[in-house]
C-alpha cells in the first residue's frame, strides 16, 4: 500500500502480487482487509495470477467458486477493470513479453523511488481501480499523468510520505 500525492491530488496505490495456487482467495483477502482504504483515486494492480473474466482465461473452463466471489466482492467494493473499460471484448492478458516470460520475479518491497521508477516494467500489469461516481474519465487522465512521469527521463524526486510495504 502507497499513499501520496501526485499534483495536488491523493492517490492511494495497492500492488497485489497473488500466489500461484489460492490467488482468487488470497486477493479477496487483501481488498477487503485494505477496503477502508480504497476510493475513487485508488489503483490496485500487480499480479493476480487468476483470470476474473471468462475472456482472460486460455481454455473454454468456466470461471472456479472463488473466482466468482472474488468478483462478487470486486464488484461490491465498485472497482472496475479499466482494461475491460477499453477492451470490452478482447481476449488475453493486458501485458505479455517473450522476453519476460520464463522469469520469475521475487517478492520484494524496493524503496518508494525504486518502486516508482520500475512499476511500469513488471511483467504482468492488471490496472483495477475503486471509481465511485461514474469518475472513470477523471481518473484515467490521472493514471495517464502519472504513467507520464514514471516514464520520463527527468529525475524524480518522491517525498517519503506514508510508503507501506506488506509481504
Not at 471484448?89 to 524503496?111: A, E, K, L
Not at 520520463?152 to 506488506?166: D, G, H, I, L, R
Request: glycine letters at 2%; proline letters at 4%; one cysteine or more.
Amino acid at each position: 500500500l502507497l499513499k501520496g500525492t501526485i499534483h495536488q491530488q491523493d492517490i492511494t496505490i495497492i500492488n497485489i502480487y497473488a500466489p500461484n495456487n489460492g490467488a482468487a482467495t488470497f486477493i479477496k483477502q487483501i481488498l477487503l482487509k485494505f477496503k477502508n482504504q480504497i476510493d475513487h483515486n485508488t489503483i490496485i494492480m500487480g499480479d493476480f495470477n487468476t483470470p476474473l473474466s471468462p475472456l482472460d482465461r486460455s481454455s473454454k473452463q468456466k470461471l472456479n467458486k472463488e473466482t466468482i466471489d472474488l468478483n462478487i466482492t470486486i464488484n461490491n467494493l465498485d472497482l472496475t477493470d479499466i482494461y475491460r473499460i477499453y477492451q470490452p471484448s478482447s481476449s488475453g492478458y493486458t501485458f505479455f513479453s517473450d522476453y519476460m516470460s520464463n522469469s520469475r520475479r521475487q517478492s520484494i518491497c524496493p524503496s518508494v523511488d525504486e518502486w516508482i521508477k520500475k512499476m511500469w516494467y513488471t511483467y504482468t500489469m492488471e490496472y483495477y481501480s475503486a471509481i465511485k461516481e461514474n469518475k472513470i474519465i477523471e481518473f484515467v487522465d490521472k493514471w495517464m499523468e502519472l504513467e507520464n512521469i514514471m516514464l520520463s527521463e527527468v529525475s524524480q524526486s518522491p517525498q517519503k510520505t506514508n510508503a507501506e510495504c506488506f509481504l
